[in-house]
Every structure is written in C-alpha cells, then in structure tokens.
C-alpha cells in the first residue's frame, strides 16, 4: 500500500548537477517529514537532510555538515513528491541514496509540525523508506 519510489540517480561527471525524487502512494506526505539518507559501499548509512511537512516550521530544512552548500531539499505536496538537488557532484558522493517519511501527527507539542534538526539524520526515527536510487559520480 505505502510506497516511496526514489529516481533521478545515474552516471555523471564530477562538477555536475542531478535531481533526485521521492514520489509517495498510500500516504499524503502533508503529514510527513522527509529525510534524505545515502550508504556508500562499506560504510554506514549517513543522513544528509530533512525537509518539514511544513514551511510554517522553524525548522523547515536541516543538512549535515558534509553536504551544507551543495544539497538542497525541496517537496511539493500537490504531487506527494520530494526532491534533492545535487551540485558540483564529487566523487564521494557515490552512493545509493534513500528517501524517508517520518509521521507527524496533528497533536503533537508542536501542532503538527515537524521541526527538522540534527536528530532527522538519524535513521531509526523513519517509519517508511524507498529502495534507494543509485548515484555514481565518475570521469
């Protein structure tokens, strides 16, 4: 019933630019946040942003460290999508890279809306997840 379906990735040449989608069914991604998370080989899984269900939120985006100034997360609700820019790919952004829903009930502390921080890159706290799409930065 609830799917996430990631797309936009390939092959592309270091200092190139892609757009990654999430595309949800079974869900209104009205009541959810968005993480992004990539997993290299050999590596842990790595969270780089989050976007809130909300533009009302203090926290409407949150990017890690690694990716600040080069990654940009957007989403539009009419088409239950969500998106990731990617500029000056680098070789080592190659990875697999998975979209993530997180629910964000009405009744919350925060009157529904998510307040995306440090937290949203961990993993654990996701309650759907697409199959990735794969993402290979080369000359």
């Known amino acids: 019933q609830v799917q996430l379906v990631e797309s936009g990735g390939g092959l592309v040449q270091p200092g190139g630019s892609l757009r990654l989608s999430c595309t949800a069914s079974?869900?209104?991604?009205?009541?959810?946040?968005i993480g992004w998370f990539r997993q290299a080989p050999g590596k842990e899984r790595e969270g780089v942003s989050c976007?809130?269900?909300?533009?009302?939120?203090?926290?409407?985006?949150y990017y890690a460290d690694s990716v600040k100034g080069r990654f940009t997360t957007s989403r539009d609700n009419a088409k239950n999508t969500a998106y990731l820019h990617i500029n000056n790919l680098k070789p080592e952004d190659t990875a697999v890279y998975y979209c993530?829903?997180?629910?964000?009930?009405?009744?919350?502390?925060?009157?529904?809306?998510?307040?995306?921080?440090?937290?949203?890159?961990?993993?654990?706290?996701?309650?759907?997840w697409g199959q990735g799409t794969q993402v290979t930065v080369s000359s």
């Open positions: 993530a829903a997180d629910f964000v009930p009405l009744e919350t502390a925060a009157g529904g809306v998510y307040y995306c921080s440090r937290y949203s890159l961990d993993s654990n706290d996701y309650d759907y």
């Open positions: 976007i809130s269900n909300s533009d009302d939120s203090d926290g409407y985006t």
């Open positions: 079974g869900i209104a991604l009205d009541y959810y946040a």
